[in-house]
T-cell receptor, first 111, second 114 residues
Framework: GQNIDQPTEMTATEGAIVQINCTYQ??????LFWYQQHAGEAPTFLSY????GLEEKGRFSSFLSRSKGYSYLLLKELQMKDSASYLC????????????FGSGTQLTVLP | DVKVTQSSRYLVKRTGEKVFLECVQD?????MFWYRQDPGLGLRLIYF???????EKGDIPEGYSVSREKKERFSLILESASTNQTSMYLC?????????????FGQGTRLTVV
C-alpha cells in the first residue's frame, strides 16, 4: 500500500517563492507526479519525477529524493492565478497504470 | 488537444436510485479511471480499466460498478445511490505504456444524493 502526506493549506504573497512538500511510503516506487487543480476544474499535469534530483519547468520545479521518500514542488514568482490545490501522486511499481494521490495542498496567493 | 468529457457537471439524485456517470475520451487511450474526491481525503480510485470489457477494482469499489463496452467510453454505475456517495467524481485516461505517462482528467461530476 501507499501513504502520501502533504500540508493541507499554505499561504504566500504574490511574487514570492513557495515550496510544497510531499512525503510518501510505498512498497515499490515507480514515479511521482504533481498536479494543479483550480477550484471546480479538472486536475492538470505539472511534473513527473522518477530519478533523484530537480526537474525545472519555467516557474515550477519539482524535486525528488527516493531514499527519503520525499518530494517538493517549488513555485517561483508567484502569481494570483497560482492559487489552487496542488496534488502529489505516486505510481507504485506493482500498479503500473494507476496513481495514488495525496489529499492536496490548498495554496492561497495574497496580493 | 486532449479531451476527457464527463456527461454532467452537476447531478442530484435520490437515495436508492440507480445512477450512471458517463465519461468519453477522444485520445484513443487504453487506460481509463474513475476517482472520487472528498475534502481531506484527496482522490481515491474506485475502478479502472485497461481495455474494452476489462475492469479492475481500485481502493474503494464498494457500492459501485463500471462498464467499458467501447474503448472511448467508461461508465460508473451506482447501483443504489446512498447519501455517503455524495461527492465529486473524476474520470481520467492515459495511454497503456510507460510509467511516466500522465493521466488526463475530465471536469468532474458533482453528485448530490438526497
Amino acid at each position: 500500500g501507499q501513504n502520501i502526506d502533504q500540508p493541507t493549506e499554505m499561504t504566500a504573497t504574490e511574487g514570492a517563492i513557495v515550496q510544497i512538500n510531499c512525503t510518501y511510503q510505498t512498497s515499490g516506487f515507480n514515479g511521482l507526479f504533481w498536479y494543479q487543480q483550480h477550484a471546480g476544474e479538472a486536475p492538470t499535469f505539472l511534473s513527473y519525477n522518477v530519478l533523484d534530483g530537480l526537474e525545472e519547468k519555467g516557474r515550477f520545479s519539482s524535486f525528488l529524493s527516493r531514499s527519503k521518500g520525499y518530494s517538493y514542488l517549488l513555485l517561483k514568482e508567484l502569481q494570483m492565478k497560482d492559487s489552487a490545490s496542488y496534488l502529489c501522486a505516486v505510481r507504485d511499481r506493482g500498479s503500473a497504470r494507476q496513481l495514488t494521490f495525496g489529499s492536496g495542498t490548498q495554496l492561497t496567493v495574497l496580493p | 488537444d486532449v479531451k476527457v468529457t464527463q456527461s454532467s457537471r452537476y447531478l442530484v439524485k435520490r437515495t436508492g436510485e440507480k445512477v450512471f456517470l458517463e465519461c468519453v475520451q477522444d485520445m484513443d487511450h487504453e487506460n481509463m479511471f474513475w476517482y472520487r474526491q472528498d475534502p481531506g481525503l484527496g482522490l481515491r480510485l474506485i475502478y479502472f480499466s485497461y481495455d474494452v470489457k476489462m475492469k479492475e477494482k481500485g481502493d474503494i469499489p464498494e457500492g459501485y460498478s463500471v462498464s467499458r463496452e467501447k474503448k472511448e467510453r467508461f461508465s460508473l454505475i451506482l447501483e443504489s445511490a446512498s447519501t455517503n456517495q455524495t461527492s465529486m467524481y473524476l474520470c481520467a485516461s492515459s495511454i497503456l505504456q510507460g510509467p511516466s505517462t500522465e493521466a488526463f482528467f475530465g471536469q468532474g461530476t458533482r453528485l448530490t444524493v438526497v
